[in-house]
């Protein structure tokens, strides 16, 4: 099993900056990926960013450039760092880590076992 917990969401305005901070515990070890979703109500969940445990990292299209995902193994931390936020970034962002993810498929949902409680992004214009 593995727990994970979100923190760092809040409001800003449009053009400011949020870093999100995933936590995770338990049988750590057995994950290959960390990844950020998003969903906004009515929509579907969509992958934002991903991190492989060697430390090869993929993203959407639509934040490539201003979202930065990191990890701090020692602190089995998984980081968001989005900058330049706009009103199409707002939604709940979830943590999710995934024992065999594929890199050509990294924003399957089917492959991510284990999820956070999301945390709420709010980005006024």
């Known amino acids: 099993q593995i727990q994970l917990v979100e923190s760092g969401g809040g409001s800003v305005q449009a053009g400011r900056s949020l870093e999100l901070s995933c936590v995770a515990s338990?049988?750590?070890?057995?994950?290959?990926?960390v990844a950020w979703f998003r969903q906004t109500s009515g929509k579907k969940r969509e992958g934002v960013a991903a991190i492989f445990a060697g430390g090869t990292t993929q993203y959407a299209d639509s934040v490539k450039g201003r979202f930065t995902i990191s990890q701090d193994t020692a602190k089995n931390t998984v980081y968001l760092q989005m900058n330049s936020l706009n009103s199409g970034d707002t939604g709940v962002y979830y943590c999710a880590a995934g024992l065999s993810v594929l890199p050509w498929a990294v924003f399957d949902l089917l492959d991510y076992t284990y999820w956070g409680q999301g945390t709420q992004v709010t980005v006024s214009s």
């Open positions: 338990g049988s750590t070890y057995k994950s290959n990926c």
